[in-house]
């Protein structure tokens, strides 16, 4: 199943399930070129992953880490399909990175890995929309990962059964292909990150772990149109802007 966090034309916000371009609610069905996507959760973080895929801890210069790498992006960095994504003033180089959203689907804590996909609502796109200049200079990356806008987040929650162990993970940039992996390269699998993360901290419902991107991290510049793209999951897109 599939499903969409949407606003009706009335501006009610629903949640429809998706059968290809259609949403069902409440015994209508909207077009979904027709409505105004949201994202399909509504996290209180986003706890993403670095360095995740060996090709791309190479390509940014960096060793594997040995453990996750965590980082956090708070709600302001949420956007949503169709979204025009703003870059800090200043910003000189923001680049696209293509990810899976593990969605939570229920409060949890020292969640075991053989038990983690039970806490799992499903799966959906994410870009990590990154600001090489000041990630580059701070240990935190806050100015770096964390600025409004940063975390899209869609088109659509798709529960795990649709998402093949050997998804794709694809990111282009104008209609250009910039990223492609698979979710068969992650240093750590999902069920392996679940059981990291809740040993530290509490997830709650809605809350998304971004697992990492593939290889091929591409520069963005204003006004370019960027899609990221899993299988099973759909096509998010959204666009980048410079103030």
């Given at each position: 199943?599939?499903?969409?966090?949407?606003?009706?034309?009335?501006?009610?916000?629903?949640?429809?399930?998706?059968d290809?371009?259609t949403?069902?609610f409440?015994?209508?069905?909207?077009?979904?070129?027709?409505?105004?996507l949201?994202?399909?959760?509504?996290p209180?973080?986003?706890?993403?992953?670095?360095?995740?895929?060996?090709?791309h801890?190479?390509?940014?210069?960096?060793?594997?880490?040995?453990?996750?790498?965590l980082f956090?992006?708070?709600?302001?960095?949420?956007?949503?399909q169709?979204?025009?994504?703003?870059?800090?003033?200043?910003?000189?180089?923001?680049?696209?990175?293509?990810?899976?959203?593990v969605?939570?689907?229920?409060q949890?804590?020292?969640?075991?890995?053989?038990?983690?996909?039970?806490?799992?609502?499903?799966?959906?796109?994410?870009?990590?929309?990154?600001?090489?200049?000041?990630q580059?200079?701070?240990?935190?990356?806050?100015?770096?990962?964390?600025?409004?806008?940063?975390?899209?987040?869609?088109p659509?929650l798709?529960?795990?059964?649709?998402?093949?162990?050997?998804?794709?993970?694809?990111?282009?940039?104008?209609?250009?292909?910039?990223?492609?992996?698979?979710?068969?390269?992650?240093?750590?699998?999902?069920?392996?990150?679940?059981?990291?993360?809740?040993?530290?901290?509490?997830?709650?419902?809605?809350?998304?772990?971004?697992?990492?991107?593939?290889?091929?991290?591409?520069?963005?510049?204003?006004?370019?149109?960027?899609?990221?793209?899993?299988d099973?999951?759909?096509?998010?897109?959204?666009?980048?802007?410079?103030?």
């Open positions: 199943m599939k499903y969409a966090r949407f606003r009706d034309p009335a501006g009610a916000v629903r949640r429809g399930n998706v290809g371009d949403i069902s409440g015994g209508d069905e909207y077009d979904m070129d027709a409505v105004q949201l994202p399909p959760c509504e209180s973080k986003v706890v993403c992953i670095g360095r995740n895929y060996a090709a801890a190479e390509e940014l210069g960096n060793e594997v880490p040995d453990r996750p790498l956090l992006k708070p709600p302001n960095t949420l956007a949503a169709g979204d025009t994504i703003t870059a800090p003033a200043g910003t000189e180089r923001l680049e696209v990175e293509a990810e899976l959203g969605v939570i689907g229920e949890c804590r020292d969640v075991p890995a053989e038990r983690a996909m039970d806490v799992v609502a499903g799966f959906t796109c994410v870009d990590d929309v990154s600001n090489r200049d000041d580059r200079q701070e240990k935190n990356w806050v100015r770096g990962k964390a600025f409004d806008g940063a975390a899209p987040i869609g659509v798709a529960t795990p059964d649709e998402v093949p162990d050997d998804a794709g993970v694809r990111s282009y940039i104008n209609g250009e292909q910039a990223q492609s992996g698979s979710l068969s390269q992650l240093i750590f699998d999902v069920p392996t990150l679940i059981a990291e993360i809740t040993s530290y901290l509490t997830l709650e419902p809605g809350d998304v772990i971004a697992t990492g991107t593939p290889e091929g991290v591409t520069p963005l510049s204003d006004g370019d149109d960027v899609a990221i793209e899993i099973g999951v759909g096509r998010l897109t959204h666009s980048v802007r410079w103030p």
